[in-house]
């Protein structure tokens, strides 16, 4: 393949997979997040925002360089076709339309399965900063997130779309139809808001078709929820989140509207610690039990820090502690510059003075 020729196909690719996202992901983007966020606070799943412009600019520059990603390999994938090395087919009377169908039953299955041990995969520690770890910077995840990919996971997410034409006889209709399903669930996963029905999670076989809720738990609490379209693998694997259900369900029993608390106060008897954390452009000041963590204290005041394992092995935590000592019960990914530098994990660091100072 020429170069012109390379660039006019990659133009073509790249052009249609921005109007995908111009067309699914900035329009819920803009309704939820911006025009009726209010009105729409009701259904919201994480209770308290922590997004903020720093993580919607993250994620709209690497949503852009995973299209990069996914258009050279749409190119390469035509090519091939060309060269009539795939199975791909436009004609239905070919295979007839129960072929159809089943193609399109086993392309969600086989799409789904490996999604899962794949994701399951990057999460493992020696991976997760190689593949995952940009994913992640979304703890509240926006529909700007669904495809805010480090170029090597874009790779992967993007696998099967390359891989399937050469192992399946696939109409084009049906690449078309999973590209668009694809898109618009990835989409609602990353919503942050729940428009699936009450009682969803109770209906026999609709149960199974992943909630809003299901993925946002996943970019809340990272280990566990792992499936793209449907839950059976978690199920099966025993990695899915046991209060799920429970989360669903209470979108829908609310009594009120909730609202964040910036400077809340504690009635434990433990001794007060304060601690001033910069995040990005918002400053919090709050007391902290120095029984706790820090980062727990503050979710227990509803203080949005950065946060997603709450194990100390994803550095999403991660703050720059400026004043003070903490004292951490556990680093599997600060580095000893990092730790020279002052860089602690809130999720393992317990206060040993009276004042600290956090900067993100």
């Keep these: 393949m020429s170069i012109s020729l390379f660039s006019q196909y990659f133009f073509q690719a790249f052009t249609e997979i921005v109007w995908y996202y111009v067309i699914f992901a900035i329009p819920f983007f803009l309704v939820f997040w911006v025009i009726w966020k209010k009105y729409w606070q009701p259904k919201r799943i994480q209770v308290v925002q922590r997004?903020?412009?720093?993580?919607?600019?993250?994620?709209?520059?690497f949503s852009f360089s995973s299209f990069v990603v996914f258009a050279i390999m749409d190119v390469l994938l035509l090519h091939l076709e060309h060269k009539g090395y795939t199975q791909l087919y436009f004609k239905v009377d070919q295979y007839g339309w129960p072929w159809i169908f089943i193609s399109l039953a086993l392309v969600l299955f086989?799409?789904?399965a490996f999604f899962y041990w794949t994701h399951r995969a990057m999460h493992h520690p020696r991976l997760y900063k190689f593949f995952h770890k940009v994913h992640h910077e979304s703890t509240d995840p926006s529909p700007l997130t669904?495809?805010?990919?480090?170029?090597?996971e874009a790779v992967i997410e993007n696998a099967m779309n390359v891989v399937l034409p050469f192992i399946l006889p696939l109409h084009f209709g049906v690449i078309i139809f999973w590209q668009i399903f694809s898109?618009?669930?990835?989409?609602?996963?990353?919503?942050?808001?729940?428009?699936?029905?009450?009682g969803w999670t109770k209906i026999p076989f609709l149960r199974y078709k992943t909630a809003s809720v299901h993925h946002n738990m996943h970019h809340q609490l990272f280990h566990g929820n792992y499936a793209l379209y449907f839950?059976?693998?978690?199920?099966?694997?025993?990695?899915?989140?046991?209060?799920?259900?429970?989360?669903?369900e209470q979108?829908?029993?609310?009594?009120?509207?909730?609202?964040?608390?910036?400077?809340?106060?504690m009635t434990s008897s433990f001794n007060r610690v304060k601690v001033t954390a910069k995040v990005l452009e918002q400053t919090y000041v709050f007391e902290v039990d120095d029984q706790q963590?820090?980062?727990?204290?503050?979710?227990?005041?509803?203080?949005?820090?950065?946060y997603s394992c709450k194990s100390g092995r994803c550095g999403t935590c991660k703050m720059k502690c400026t004043e003070g000592t903490v004292i951490m019960k556990k680093n599997a990914i600060l580095s000893t510059a990092e730790l020279e530098a002052g860089?602690?994990?809130?999720?393992?660091?317990?206060?040993?003075?009276?004042k600290i100072s956090l900067e993100k």
């Design 51 to 61: 997004a903020t412009s720093h993580h919607f600019k993250h994620d709209l520059a």
């Design 110 to 112: 086989v799409d789904d």
């Design 146 to 152: 669904a495809f805010a990919f480090h170029p090597s």
């Design 183 to 198: 898109m618009l669930n990835n989409v609602m996963g990353h919503l942050g808001y729940e428009l699936y029905p009450a």
């Design 231 to 248: 839950t059976w693998w978690d199920k099966w694997m025993g990695t899915e989140f046991q209060d799920y259900e429970a989360r669903y």
């Design 251 to 265: 979108i829908f029993t609310r009594k009120t509207k909730p609202s964040a608390a910036v400077s809340p106060t």
């Design 293 to 306: 963590s820090i980062l727990q204290s503050a979710l227990d005041q509803q203080i949005p820090l950065p």
């Design 343 to 354: 860089y602690v994990l809130t999720c393992q660091s317990f206060p040993q003075t009276d």
